[in-house]
């Protein structure tokens, strides 16, 4: 039987391309997008999730009741307020829809589909973070996304503590500058190269590694 994966914000992007990949390497693919009916040429079944909302986590995990899920990539973002102090959409929203969707979203996920999890031999969750959570990698601009993406991070690291006695591991990742809506033209990495450089990443993730934050390439990135 063919490996299940489950990704969230699959309607575009890297998202997308992840799914895409999956699928030609035999995958079982699940994506979700806000708006499914919006997405053409999707290679798997895509359901409706805002991973802002607890409810709709639980609703797609009594539809998936039963499904063994071998990876869940925690792949839904944003970039709101781009910008520092002076940034003006670096508002109590912005922060709220940026922390929701890369943290609260992620913790959801983990909590909602764990019965899911636990049914696979060997179950994996993947957060897409970003080196510019990293206290490393400070640059002082994109505070809200930074922020978000440092508690994002961090839930990787105590999720892989938390569920390391349930067999699952976890690892946080970044994907690089990639070319996309939220990356930008400008950006330096393709997305065909980002989604198969993360592949790689998954495929190495195990109990052994859990609690990893890597790159997409597999260079190791300090937290």
């Known amino acids: 039987m063919a490996a299940t994966v489950l990704i969230t ?18 995958w079982q693919v699940i994506g979700t997008a806000r ?18 909302s607890e409810e709709g986590h639980a609703n797609l995990a009594k539809a998936l009741d039963g499904q063994a899920i071998d990876l869940l990539v925690c792949n839904a973002g944003i970039y709101p307020a781009r910008g520092g102090l002076d940034a003006p959409g670096a508002t109590a929203e912005a922060f709220s829809d940026a922390m929701l969707t890369h943290v609260a979203g992620p913790f959801f996920a983990a909590r909602a589909f764990l019965e899911n999890l636990k ?13 510019m959570g990293s206290n490393a990698a400070a640059q002082g601009n994109g505070l809200v996304y930074r922020a978000s993406k440092a508690a994002a991070t961090n839930l990787a690291s105590n999720l892989a503590v938390a ?23 400008d950006a330096d990495v393709s997305v065909e190269d980002s989604a198969k450089g993360l592949w790689e990443r998954f495929a190495a993730l195990s109990l052994d590694t859990s609690g990893v934050f890597e790159s997409y390439d597999g260079a190791p990135l300090a937290f």
């Open 35 to 52: 708006d499914p009916g919006a997405v053409s040429d999707f290679d798997g079944a895509l359901h409706a999730l805002d991973v802002r």
């Open 163 to 185: 569920l390391r006695p349930e067999g699952i591991a976890v690892g946080a990742y970044h994907p690089g500058w990639v070319r996309t809506d939220l990356g930008g033209s």
């Open 9 to 26: 914000g699959a309607n575009r992007g890297i998202g997308k391309e992840m799914a895409t990949q999956a699928a030609k390497a035999g």
């Open 119 to 131: 049914a696979a031999p060997a179950p994996k969750i993947a957060i897409i973070s970003s080196r």
